[in-house]
């Protein structure tokens, strides 16, 4: 179906339950669907926090969403209900990873870093390294304890614990929107402005920018395994790679 909401993004939970979330007119601000048929029918949830910038869903029920002025807020019944968590951070949270249970990373403005190891309960703030005040656009782990983050000026840090984190050497100064690595790995890519493109295969220590012929901004990135990956942008863009 159709409606006048701006979606932002889709979890992909299982086979069977998807969620997405996105952007509704003033005064509502945000909404959200959930499919339990794979995404034959899709159904409005209620109850929806406002300023949604990312979701992150750990299992079909337990999820959680970032807001503007570090609002987390978590479901355990999927997303019938929502308890809002302390994150304590003021600055807007843009990004979220909760791929593993019971710890999980948020990341945004002002260099904000915020990560809890016991679902939420409790957040703890983590520090950007070399004084880094720009915005994180995205975050991702390919473990439970190696991360990395990505934003404003080519920006990539990464982390070997979840807590202290470097800069790696990106190559670039355009806006980089998105990381996504294959689990267990330490293949990644990154993509941003203009079209840029960012991969590795070691974990970030380095990266190197992969030709294309599109200067599209693009948005999203998916890691599908260590050859194959997805990345999507302005103008309706779907990039797929596959290496070798």
Not at 52 to 57: A, D, G, L, M
Not at 70 to 79: D, P, Q
Request: hydrophobic share 35%; aromatic share 10%; charged share 10%.
């Amino acid at each position: 179906g159709t409606s006048s909401e701006r979606l932002r993004g889709v979890n992909i939970v299982n086979t069977n339950t998807l969620y997405a979330f996105g952007y509704l007119p003033a005064p509502v601000w945000s909404g959200g669907y959930k499919s339990t048929d794979s995404g034959t029918s899709w159904g409005a949830l209620v109850d929806v926090p406002n300023s949604i910038n990312e979701t992150s869903f750990y299992s079909a029920d337990i999820g959680y969403v970032v807001t503007n002025s570090g609002g987390i807020h978590k479901t355990t019944n999927g997303g019938d209900s929502w308890v809002q968590q302390t994150s304590g951070t003021v600055n807007d949270l843009h990004a979220i990873c909760a791929n593993y249970g019971a710890t999980l990373w948020a990341a945004g403005a002002n260099g904000a870093i915020v990560y809890s190891v016991n679902s939420g309960t409790t957040w703890a703030s983590a520090t950007a390294d070399g004084g880094y005040t720009g915005r994180f656009n995205d975050i991702t782990f390919a473990t439970t304890s190696n991360g990395w983050a990505v934003g404003e000026n080519g920006m990539i840090q990464a982390t070997t614990n979840g807590v202290n984190w470097s800069i790696q050497t990106s190559g670039v100064t355009y806006e980089l929107n998105a990381v996504s690595f294959v689990a267990d790995t330490g293949v990644g890519w990154a993509v941003g402005m203009a079209g840029v493109i960012l991969h590795t295969d070691n974990g970030g220590t380095s990266w190197e920018r992969q030709d294309n012929s599109f200067t599209s901004n693009l948005h999203g990135v998916a890691a599908l395994d260590t050859t194959h990956a997805i990345a999507v942008g302005d103008n309706g863009i779907i990039l797929k790679y596959q290496g070798n």
